[in-house]
């Protein structure tokens, strides 16, 4: 069988080498392809997963590499969209472009649920899927319901255990792959021996460096450009409880230069220095490469990836604000911000089988239909939480809608609409007034001795 592997992130391919390295995934007698996808808007900017140099070792664990970006070219892999005509003959095209011929394919597909990845799924009818976690976005439940046709062929989710202890709630009930930490870190340690970055290297006379990362939340629409400056601020000052030599900040790549220009006063009005890392080493190797002696951030994939990794301390700013801005409550976002403000808190109350109720309970709020088997986990969490942790992680009118304690009962209006025996009590009264009123015609029409 040969094994397809729909790759878009240096995380998600580090993921999918560990698993392979760790016999997670099985050998293939038959092959393996990464399509390797560069999905950033201008992907001509910078290197992606299929030319990275310090990737190369990598890509080196597969039989073939494929460019997607170059094959579809001028298209963009996230635009790719196929009929259902077009994906039967672009999968007999594929397969004697790569020599596949009749065999049997799996597909190992990061980030499933839109393109380049969905589309494969339908290039290749019938074949096995099993999901590459995506960070902490696996813990997430799906956003949208699959057809059962589709949804019945995924087998697995194969992610990076970065939380121990607790199970990513992607495609639940389908079989958990959890690649170990010394599997994960095993391959960092090959991408850092592989990185050659001037950027890098500069920082290593830095004394006692703490590393600060920078996700501009702003342009998500989660938080005003000024809270944003003020969160990062507020993560200088937070890593100077470590006592640091200096200040690493390593900039989202959209962040504005005002911005870091602000933090680095504010460094300074502290008596800090900091340094800007404008380099594309992902944290996971700098905290390798760097005697870091802690790490903050907003929710960032790479907080527990790196506590789990390199043993560093991790801590977030801005978690319980966010847990309030995001919406709509089933924005994908709210899992992973979660599980960082648990990990997080100071007085945090959550060991691994706590995090994991919290977890269950969030995405049964988040997708009720979709993740309906995780009712009873919800009750079972909010009957023995207290007020303070529920108000913190659910909103009271949600937790109403769903008939859920510590809700806020559901207005008159709420009430109206909400359905009862598959109408709402609106749709019933319109339906009893048009009937009166059929009704009353017909009555009509009899006095008349019509």
Known sequence: MTQIFVLNSAYGLMTAVAAMDAGAIPASASGRILVAVNAAIVPEAGHGIGDAPHLATLRARFDRVVDLNELLAPERPPHWRTTVAEAAVLGRLLRQAWEIGEGEVELYLQSPQVAPSRVFIDVFEGAPVSIIGDGLMTYSPIRDKWPHSVAGRVVGV?????????????????????????????????????????????????????????QYLSALGLISPAEEAQMQRDMVDRALAWSPGAIVFKPHPSATP?????????AASRGIPLTVFRGGTPAEVLALRLPFVGAVAGFSTALPTLHTLAGLPIAAVGTELLLQRLTPFENGNRIPVTIIDALTRPDSPYDASG???LVDAVGYAMQPVIAAPLRDRAEEFLAEAPAAERERYFARTRLGALGLRGGTPPGLLARALA?????????EMQLAIRGAQRRGKRAWKALRGG
């Open 258 to 266: 005002a911005l870091i220009d602000d933090l680095a006063a504010h």
């Open 355 to 357: 995090m994991q109720l």
């Open 419 to 427: 359905p009862r025996g598959g109408a709402s009590r609106v749709v």
């Open 158 to 214: 194969v992610y990076a255990d970065a939380v121990p202890g607790v199970e990513p709630l992607l495609f639940a009930g389908t079989p958990r792959v959890p690649v170990a930490a010394s599997a994960l870190r095993s391959v960092v340690e090959e991408v850092s021996a592989a990185t050659v970055d001037p950027d890098v290297d500069a920082l290593t006379e830095v004394p006692r460096p703490a590393l600060v990362l920078g």
